[in-house]
Nanobody
Framework: QLHLVESGGGSVQAGGSLSLSCEAS????????MGWFRQAPGKEREFVAC????????LYSDSVKGRFTISRDNAKNTLYLQMNSLKPEDTAVYYC??????????????????WGQGTQVTVSS
């Protein structure tokens, strides 16, 4: 049973930056491909980015490509999301996700073996 805890959310003005972290415990972190999803008010949860078990492959949604960077530190059992050039439309609850299989699909569906509790990101104009 993998336990995921996100941190680092908050409020920022448009054009600013935030860094999210997701610490994993209770399982073998390197057994999982990891991802970030987000859910804006009144919308379905959507894919943001994902990274392979040992960081060799990454994938981003078109809406964040070039602005967000996903990374992981397997020695610290931690997943990261660096968010730059933030826009008001990035406002959402951001969720950390873990899957034993890859995040197949364009975009990958809202599916994971484990989810974090979410952290709020608010971008004001």
């Amino acid at each position: 049973q993998l336990h995921l805890v996100e941190s680092g959310g908050g409020s920022v003005q448009a054009g600013g930056s935030l860094s999210l972290s997701c610490e994993a415990s209770g399982g073998t972190f390197t057994s999982f491909n990891m991802g970030w999803f987000r859910q804006a008010p009144g919308k379905e949860r959507e894919f943001v980015a994902c990274i392979a078990r040992h960081g060799g492959s990454t994938l981003y949604s078109d809406s964040v490509k070039g602005r967000f960077t996903i990374s992981r530190d397997n020695a610290k059992n931690t997943l990261y999301l660096q968010m730059n050039s933030l826009k008001p439309e990035d406002t959402a609850v951001y969720y950390c996700a873990a899957r034993t299989s890859w995040f197949w699909g364009l975009p990958p569906p809202n599916e994971a073996d484990y989810w974090g509790q979410g952290t709020q990101v608010t971008v004001s104009s």
